[in-house]
């Protein structure tokens, strides 16, 4: 948002208006002894040219994707934002202070989220999405929290392929209300085992593409959860994949939730992001947030109304399914614009070039003696074992190269020597060899 300076006038119209004399009389419910009159040890004022001279040289200091070639994924994803997104997402009619509580008003407003929950449904092949959650993590855990609603079930099993910071909001969202987090592990491929289960469990949560970049079975995992009258949660941190991949509601998924980051934000030091969530519709009054539906007014004209709304602003305390504040509007308007420009064929076409790229760097890696730790197929991830990995870190980045995830500490299957690579349309095959080079050096 632009700087908007206020004048001597209008701060007086604003005093004058709640009955304040000066800013200082604001603060008199402040105790004296507790407001300190300390002068504060600020350097002198500087003028516009140059305190954007400064701040430039301050963010110039800063690492990031644009500094050099980089292969850090993760969860957040450099992808290429065509211009339209900014040119588009940034006109005025698109501007709200807060969420549109009188949103029939706002019509335009209506029709993007109609067609952000349209576009989830399509890629993920449910039958009803919401208007966005704040991140995927967050969409995780309310898919979780719905599961157990509808099964009235505690136990939820999630793969150890799960991302491990998605894994801990999970925690922080379930420890309280008791529900018990059971924990899936990986076989030698890199897969989730999702056999057997334990009868009491309502939810199998399994990421696809997972943490380590393998591709999950999802059809297997939601006959297992369904064998035991369970529901079948699909998380995807990497919506990208939902192009190639067949969508989790072919493959009997029960809820399908994930991060859209990859469709037109910016990585902006990890958020804001958008989350989705989206489900089969016999479970649509489990929906945590806001639907909006199509509609026609009276006077037969097409018109977008707020359907369902089972937070507690709505409807009764007790009643309420969540009080989470969706949507991320600006954030879910982007994603939608990106999806529409670059449409069906061009997210496939995409999506090859994610594929094809991290196949040329993994194959790269085999042929330079590294090994690959999991068999399983990926899409533009995958795991990679590196001898002496933290002194050809070092030198990578002394050449302006962030080579990947280091994997120590981050949960079983990451051993000291593990580094996690991601390759985007972002990256060229020549700077995938100079990283082949350096990690076998």
Same mark, same amino acid.
């Given at each position: 948002m632009?700087?908007?300076?206020?004048?001597p006038?209008?701060?007086?119209?604003?005093?004058?208006?709640v009955g304040a004399?000066?800013p200082?009389a604001?603060?008199?419910?402040?105790?004296?002894?507790?407001?300190?009159?300390a002068?504060?040890?600020l350097?002198?004022a500087?003028?516009?040219?140059?305190?954007?001279?400064?701040?430039?040289a301050?963010a110039?200091?800063?690492?990031?994707v644009?500094s050099?070639?980089?292969?850090?994924g993760?969860?957040?994803?450099?992808?290429f934002?065509?211009?339209?997104v900014d040119?588009?997402?940034?006109?005025?009619?698109?501007?709200?202070?807060y969420?549109?509580?009188?949103?029939e008003?706002?019509?335009g407003?209506l029709?993007?989220i109609?067609?952000f929950q349209?576009?989830?449904?399509?890629?993920?092949?449910?039958d009803?999405?919401?208007?966005?959650i704040y991140d995927?993590?967050?969409?995780?855990?309310?898919?979780?929290?719905?599961a157990?609603?509808?099964?009235?079930?505690t136990?939820?099993c999630?793969?150890?392929?799960l991302?491990?910071?998605?894994r801990?909001?999970?925690?922080?969202?379930?420890?309280?209300?008791g529900l018990t987090l059971s924990?899936?592990?990986?076989?030698?491929?890199?897969r989730?085992a999702?056999r057997?289960l334990?009868?009491?469990t309502a939810?199998?949560?399994v990421q696809?593409?997972n943490f380590?970049?393998c591709i999950?079975?999802?059809?297997e995992?939601s006959e297992?959860?369904h064998?035991?009258?369970?529901?079948?949660?699909?998380?995807?941190?990497?919506a990208?994949s939902l192009a190639?991949l067949r969508?989790?509601?072919?493959?009997?998924?029960?809820?399908?939730?994930g991060e859209a980051?990859?469709?037109?934000?910016?990585?902006?030091?990890g958020?804001?992001?958008a989350?989705?969530?989206?489900?089969?519709e016999?479970?649509?009054r489990?929906?945590?947030?806001?639907?909006?539906?199509?509609s026609v007014?009276?006077?037969?004209?097409?018109?977008?109304?707020?359907?369902?709304?089972t937070?507690?602003?709505?409807?009764?305390?007790?009643k309420?399914?969540?009080n989470?504040?969706?949507n991320q509007?600006?954030?879910?308007l982007?994603?939608?614009?990106w =999806? !529409? $420009?670059? @449409?069906k064929a061009?997210?496939?076409? %995409?999506a /090859?070039?994610?594929l094809s790229l991290?196949?040329?760097a993994?194959?790269?890696?085999?042929?330079?003696?590294?090994?690959l730790?999991f068999?399983a197929?990926?899409f533009?991830?995958f795991?990679v074992?590196?001898?002496d990995l933290p002194r050809?870190?070092?030198? =990578? !980045? $002394?050449? @302006?190269?962030?080579?990947g995830?280091p %994997?120590? /500490?981050?949960?079983?299957?990451?051993?000291?020597?593990?580094?996690?690579?991601?390759?985007?349309?972002m990256?060229t095959r020549?700077?995938?060899?100079?990283?082949?080079?350096g990690?076998?050096a």
């Open positions: 632009s700087y908007v300076p206020h004048t006038a209008e701060l007086g119209a604003m005093l004058s208006r004399s000066s200082d604001l603060l008199e419910s402040v105790p004296a002894g507790l407001r300190s009159r002068e504060l040890k350097s002198p500087l003028d516009e040219r140059n305190l954007l001279r400064h701040f430039g301050r110039a200091e800063n690492r990031t644009e050099g070639p980089s292969f850090l993760a969860g957040a994803y450099h992808h934002i065509p211009a339209a040119a588009l997402a940034s006109r005025g009619e698109f501007m709200t202070a969420t549109p509580y009188q949103a008003i706002s019509q407003t029709q993007m109609f067609e349209t576009l989830i449904c399509q890629l993920t092949g449910m009803v999405a919401n208007a966005s995927g993590a967050s969409s995780l855990a309310e898919a979780a929290l719905m157990a609603r509808v099964t009235r079930r136990r939820i999630v793969s150890a392929g991302h491990p910071h998605w801990e909001v999970l925690r922080t969202y379930t420890e309280g209300i924990t899936l592990d990986l076989d030698e491929s890199g989730t999702t057997p334990p009868a009491d939810a199998v949560i696809s593409p380590f970049g999950e079975d999802l059809a995992a297992a959860a064998a035991v009258g369970a529901l079948a949660i699909a998380a995807s941190a990497e990208l190639l969508p989790p509601g072919e493959l009997g998924c029960d809820i399908a939730c980051q990859s469709f037109g934000l910016p990585l902006s030091f958020g804001p992001y989350g989705f969530l989206a489900a089969r016999k479970f649509v489990q929906l945590p947030g806001r639907l909006i539906g199509e007014d009276s006077i037969g004209q097409r018109a977008f109304v707020m359907t369902l709304t937070r507690e602003q709505h409807i009764r305390r007790e309420a399914t969540s989470i504040c969706t509007g600006l954030c879910a982007r994603v939608a614009i =999806l !529409a $420009a670059v @449409g061009g997210i496939r076409r %995409l /090859g070039i994610n991290s196949t040329y993994r194959r790269a890696c085999a042929e330079a003696g590294l090994a730790p068999a197929p990926v533009n991830e795991v074992a590196v001898p050809k870190l070092d030198a =990578l !980045a $002394a050449r @302006g190269v962030q080579a995830l %994997l120590a /500490g981050r949960g079983a299957q990451a051993r000291g020597d593990r580094l996690l690579v991601c390759t985007t349309e990256n020549a700077e995938i060899d100079a990283l082949v080079r990690l076998a």
